[in-house]
Antibody, heavy 116, light 108 residues
Framework: QVQLVQSGPEVKKPGASVKISCKTS????????IHWVRQAPGRGLEWLGA????????TYAQTLQGRLTITTDTSTSTVYMDLSSLTSDDTAVYYC?????????WGQGTLVIVSS | EILLTQSPATLSVSAGERATLSCRAS??????LAWYQQKPGQAPRLLIY???TRATGVPVRFSGSGSGTEFTLTISSLQSEDFAVYFC??????????FGQGTKLQIK
């Protein structure tokens, strides 16, 4: 069965970076985009970016350009999201999701807390 | 960027009754709209895609309709497990993929 399993919660200080993993299984990794979405406490869903595993082409939300990097490791079918220069506004649950017009499978979410 | 506006923000309905949720887009999506259900502490769950197609395993009491800029999610007879937050999402034109702000469906 399709699964997306994310890494555990993180606590970071302002200015630091965080890297979250999303390990996929149960399907052909190279056939589907993976997207990242976040949700601040009590708020809605914000799309962050996406990657095509086959071609490793990335697309990012304009608001995060320059701070967000999405990469893949095809040998382990894992996607990574690296967010730098963290501020308290980046405190949120981060989700990876598989795109099959639209997002049919999601990871369980990773809580990132940015606090001094 | 395509903006999605959901209404109402909160909807109070009794179990067994019908709930109707709306999503309006700032430009035409044709049928490229999805609905998700999210319960506390859980990831969103895909309910409806292409405006009216139920995802695998979704009960028939959930139905979607609409096209262009006006969309509706209807839950025909609310069960206790249906009380949650519902989001719409457009995938007609991205980046960015955009979501509505959500409708909280609560027990009356």
């Amino acid at each position: 069965q399709v699964q997306l399993v994310q890494s555990g919660p993180e606590v970071k200080k302002p200015g630091a970076s965080v890297k979250i993993s999303c390990k996929t299984s149960g399907y052909t990794f190279s056939n589907f985009y993976i997207h990242w979405v976040r949700q601040a406490p009590g708020r809605g869903l914000e799309w962050l970016g996406a990657i095509t595993p086959k071609g490793a082409t990335t697309t990012y939300a304009q608001t995060l350009q320059g701070r967000l990097t999405i990469t893949t490791d095809t040998s382990t079918s894992t996607v990574y999201m690296d967010l730098s220069s963290l501020t308290s506004d980046d405190t949120a649950v981060y989700y990876c999701a598989r795109e099959s017009a639209p997002f049919d499978f999601w990871g369980q979410g990773t809580l990132v807390i940015v606090s001094s | 960027e395509i903006l999605l506006t959901q209404s109402p923000a909160t909807l109070s309905v009794s179990a067994g009754e019908r709930a109707t949720l709306s999503c309006r887009a700032s430009q035409s999506l044709s049928h490229s709209l999805a609905w998700y259900q999210q319960k506390p502490g859980q990831a969103p769950r895909l309910l409806i895609y292409d405006a009216s197609t139920r995802a695998t395993g979704v009960p028939v009491r959930f139905s979607g309709s609409g096209s262009g800029t006006e969309f509706t999610l209807t839950i025909s007879s609310l069960q206790s497990e249906d009380f949650a937050v519902y989001f719409c999402q457009q995938y007609k034109i991205w980046p960015p993929n955009t979501f509505g702000q959500g409708t909280k469906l609560q027990i009356k």
